[in-house]
């Protein structure tokens, strides 16, 4: 069972509007969340992250928001570029045993100049 | 960068073989894990190690073995490959620069099994 869900497996943004992916989780004991961006033939990289204690991270053009109640976390692009196209994966995590992140299967994100 | 690199970049064997991956980093992280990604699956663990000869299963484990005999080196072993296990391949390590810790992946190795 997925504990970690990305229910979009694909999205596509004119560039300069806003990107949303969402991020859907069951876990309650996760508390640390974390966006991956990967494009092809290259491996995924660190993009931005948010403790359980906040409800939002800012850095530059991308924020993260969470909603432990809702138990979903959105990454928000804001301008779009076309160079963003990437796979953006979720993860996320439980503080203590062995920093094991649990990821989303991804969304692809397509920005149309 | 986090100095990782995964050897070899491109493989295809054949059903039945060996395969050995090899994943090496030069910064002396403790942590390492091995993924891998198929369409539709996302990011799988495979195998963890927390140490020198210290390892552990992920969610994918069946049909492959690691080893870690030196800190830097984290070898990806599949005993007899199968078609099932086509796919890529990335290590991991963990950074150290607090208790929440992204992590930092290697180029990813492209296995083709025949």
């Known amino acids: 069972d997925q504990q970690v869900k990305q229910n979009s497996p694909s999205l596509s943004v004119q560039e300069g509007r806003i990107s949303i992916l969402n991020c859907d989780y069951t876990n309650s004991m996760f508390d640390y969340f974390l966006w991956y961006k990967k494009y092809p033939a290259e491996g995924p990289t660190f993009l931005i992250s948010i403790s359980s204690i906040k409800d939002k991270n800012e850095d530059g053009r991308f924020t993260v928001f969470l909603n432990k109640s809702a138990k979903h976390l959105s990454l928000h692009i804001v301008p779009s570029q076309p160079g963003d196209s990437a796979v953006y994966f979720c993860a996320a995590q439980a503080s203590g045993g062995s920093y094991i992140p649990t990821f989303g299967r991804g969304t692809s994100l397509i920005v149309h100049p | 960068d986090a100095g990782i690199t995964q050897s070899p970049r491109h493989k295809v064997t054949e059903t039945g073989t060996p395969v050995t991956l090899r994943c090496h980093q030069t910064?002396?992280?403790?942590?390492m894990y091995w993924y891998r990604q198929d369409p539709g699956h996302g990011l799988r663990l495979i195998h963890y190690s927390y140490g020198v000869k210290d390892t552990d299963k992920g969610e994918v484990s069946d049909g492959y073995s690691v080893s870690r005999s030196k800190t830097e080196d984290f070898l990806l072993t599949l005993e007899s490959a199968t078609s099932s296990q086509t796919s890529v391949y990335f290590c991991?390590?963990?950074?150290?620069?607090?208790?929440?810790?992204?992590?930092?992946f290697g180029p990813g190795t492209r296995l083709t099994v025949l």
């Open positions: 910064e002396n992280h403790r942590y």
């Open positions: 991991a390590i963990r950074g150290t620069s607090g208790v929440y810790n992204e992590q930092f």
